[in-house]
């Protein structure tokens, strides 16, 4: 069952999309719909569960606009497995949409990854205490003997503490003492010699005509868990052996069965899958005439199309069905047209979306608003160096006049034009701190500066050709 407060209502989720992405309000409204209609899924009868299905998003709109970060987003914030794929990539020579299952098992990947962090995070403190005494072990080694009496020259004779009466004792309260200073992190730098174990057979080559990746790390899955595991040596500080034999002991403490079936019904229940470039695949083929690589196009929508209606596909984790995987598609469409797809893929897509090109005043909002712009994170970047760098309004304003002038002279690639334009206006700067610019600098970035440095950007066509 999807747990509730895992998922926001539409209102709730929209308001998170704001907070890092400016405009697209009706994209935004869409998906938020389609990510609120999971958990009201599986709220539903049970009878009913089966009949609903997902309604798909078509995104048109151009380069830069926000149609993946809006995906990515959504995902991130359902807490769900997302992957992304192009959908020329199945246009490849020797592709020809062969394998465009490989998204469907990227999915369940990202899924089982999910569910083994969550696994470990629940075993970490049982793990830890595994490692502890694994490290205790190298340090001090227990004593097998526990009836030979300590010699009296110990001089616990003036301690307050009782006088341990065998080496056991001695033993058990040495390696207590022991186990603070690990705790406390004073013995960090100490170096030990753990066993740690390794594959039997790290690589063995598979070569088959017509077999893909997948198979290929199928078979030297299968062979390598066939041969046993060997353990070697290291010497390594105990702050690395921590982290080492962390991951190695919660392991242990995961059940593989368990992770793997929650996860194939977290990537059925909950999956994302975004395909980017669909406008690439599309063509007048669909229409009935053409040859060569508009043949090729059809094809791959020929089979993307029963994994987006619906099939079952095998994993090397199990058999996932894609029935309510939300798929969601984006194009351009600048050539070809959603039109140009052929019917049953246009008809797996029953929400469109376009997507608006960005103004002067979305890249002055993009600049100031998100909490991941641009201009905070090279903030954080140059006060890593103590140096505090600051940007007034008039200077985001300009910054976004100019970045809109380049996009509309030379190609229109979107917000991604601000990572040009703020690169060209601050790469000095980076490169003299520290050297030049030291610690507790301020650097405000005015009007006239970013006229100064980029005034050439919309001048110099030439020169904006080579900007991307």
Do not use: C
């Not at 938020?32 to 899924?41: E, H, M, Q, Y």
């Not at 985001?396 to 380049?406: G, H, M, N, P, R």
């Not at 490169?431 to 030049?436: H, I, L, R, T």
């Amino acid at each position: 069952m999807i747990d509730s407060s895992q998922y926001l209502t539409p209102a709730q989720i929209v308001a998170e999309l704001d907070k890092y992405i400016i405009g697209q309000h009706d994209a935004k409204r869409n998906v938020a719909i389609a990510l609120r209609n999971r958990w009201r899924r599986m709220h539903a009868p049970l009878e009913m569960q089966k009949e609903i299905v997902p309604n798909n998003i078509l995104m048109i709109g151009a380069t830069g606009v926000g149609k993946t970060e809006i995906a990515r987003r959504l995902a991130s914030i359902a807490d769900a497995p997302f992957t992304k794929v192009e959908a020329s990539k199945f246009t490849e020579v020797g592709y020809v949409g062969r394998d465009v299952e490989s998204m469907v098992r990227d999915l369940v990947e990202q899924s089982v990854n999910m569910v083994r962090i969550k696994k470990k995070e629940e075993v970490k403190q049982q793990a830890a205490q595994a490692v502890e005494d694994i490290i205790l072990d190298a340090l001090i080694p227990p004593v097998s003997q526990p009836n030979n009496r300590v010699s009296s020259t110990l001089g616990y004779q003036n301690n307050e503490e009782k006088e341990p009466e065998t080496d056991q004792e001695l033993n058990e309260r040495t390696r207590e003492k022991f186990r603070l200073m690990i705790r406390n992190g004073e013995l960090d730098e100490r170096k030990i010699e753990i066993k740690v174990s390794q594959s039997a057979a790290p690589g063995i080559g598979v070569m088959a005509p017509g077999m893909d990746d997948v198979s290929m790390m199928n078979i030297q899955e299968m062979i390598g868990g066939m041969l046993p595991k060997k353990s070697k040596k290291r010497k390594v500080t105990i702050a690395e052996a921590r982290k080492i034999l962390l991951d190695e002991e919660a392991a242990k403490l995961i059940d593989m069965d368990e992770v793997k079936e929650e996860a194939i019904k977290k990537a059925e229940n909950a999956g994302v899958i975004f395909i980017d470039e669909i406008d690439k695949v599309a063509s007048a083929a669909s229409k009935g005439g053409g040859g060569g690589p508009d043949v090729s196009r059809e094809g791959v929508q020929r089979d993307l199309l029963p994994i987006v209606e619906g099939s079952s596909v095998n994993t090397k984790y199990g058999v996932i069905n894609t029935d309510h995987i939300l798929f969601i598609a984006a194009g351009a469409f600048h050539v070809a047209k959603p039109s140009d797809l052929i019917p049953e893929l246009q008809g797996r897509f029953p929400i469109r979306v376009e997507l608006n090109s960005l103004t002067k005043d979305d890249f002055y909002q993009i600049l100031k608003f998100p909490k991941n712009a641009l201009t905070k994170q090279y903030e954080a970047l140059l006060k890593a160096e103590n140096v505090t760098l600051t940007f007034n309004d008039e200077a985001l304003e300009k910054i976004a006049e100019i970045a809109f002038e380049v996009n509309a002279e030379v190609e229109n690639i979107g917000a991604r034009r601000l990572h040009t334009v703020m690169s060209r206006l601050l790469n000095d700067f980076l490169f003299d701190v520290p050297d030049k610019i030291g610690a507790n600098a301020h650097i405000a970035v005015t009007k006239e500066m970013v006229e100064e440095r980029l005034s050439d950007m919309v001048k110099n066509r030439d020169l904006s050709q080579y900007i991307l």
